[in-house]
């Protein structure tokens, strides 16, 4: 199966300073990979999505990036602010998109970002 | 705009019993998944339906059993209860064909096994 390795675990930067969280996928068949913002007791909130047609994608101050060959993809945030303050989570899945249904995420072990005052 | 309803949001039981979550799609989405999530750790996979089939299966133990109904909502049934089935439990709708069946969550159920 599917298998999602995320880095690093805890992130602190500065208010106003970018943040990068890294993603590495097993399997090449992978072909959705969203990115997930989950606050304490709250369900992940989806922040930005990329398939593997496309390398990158960007929503003002968020952007990812896929690599196909080397199976990883980053999350960006640029001019961090404090409520950017959470757990992220990429995750992974093969897409299906006509009939059948679509698989279960696999998610990485996410990473808890903070940022500094 | 609406979102994936979970019911109940808290639920205490004890060891051996059985509890059942509820869980109600965005409108139109034909695809459920249910997810676990232990404290401190990333949502684990269950178990997922389409269109009133199941779809894709996870980590789901044998005393869990889902299915998903007529009106598309879903409801998951977990028996003989253990006190590390305590987690929270989400469940997600997507809509199949969609531009990029986009996978959204609700605000999960908290399990305490007592």
């Known amino acids: 199966g599917e298998n999602v390795e995320q880095h690093p675990s805890t992130l602190s930067v500065q208010e106003g300073d970018s943040a990068v969280i890294k993603c590495t996928y097993s399997d090449s068949a992978s072909n959705y990979f969203p990115w997930y913002k989950q606050e304490l007791g709250k369900g992940p909130q989806l922040i930005i999505d990329?398939?593997?047609?496309?390398g990158e994608k960007k929503d003002q101050r968020i952007a990812v990036t896929l690599n196909k060959t080397a199976k990883h993809f980053s999350l960006h945030i640029t001019e961090t602010q404090p409520e950017d303050s959470a757990v992220y989570f990429c995750a992974a899945s093969i897409s299906v998109y006509s009939g059948g249904g679509a698989d279960g995420l696999t998610f990485g072990k996410g990473t808890h970002l903070i940022i500094q005052p | 705009a609406a979102g994936v309803i979970q019911s109940p949001r808290h639920l205490i039981k004890e060891k051996r019993e059985t509890a059942t979550l509820k869980c109600y799609p965005i409108p139109r989405h034909d695809t459920v998944y249910w997810y676990q999530q232990g404290p401190g750790q990333d949502p684990q996979f269950l178990i997922s339906?389409?269109?009133?089939?199941?779809?894709d299966k996870g980590s789901i133990p044998d005393r869990f059993s889902a299915q998903q109904f007529s009106d598309y909502h879903s409801e998951l049934n977990m028996s003989s209860l253990e006190l590390g089935d305590s987690a929270l439990y989400f469940c997600a709708s997507s809509l199949e064909g969609d531009p990029g069946n986009t996978i959204y969550f609700g605000e999960g159920s908290w399990l305490t096994v007592v």
């Open positions: 339906f389409y269109e009133k089939m199941q779809s």
């Open positions: 990329i398939r593997s047609n496309v």
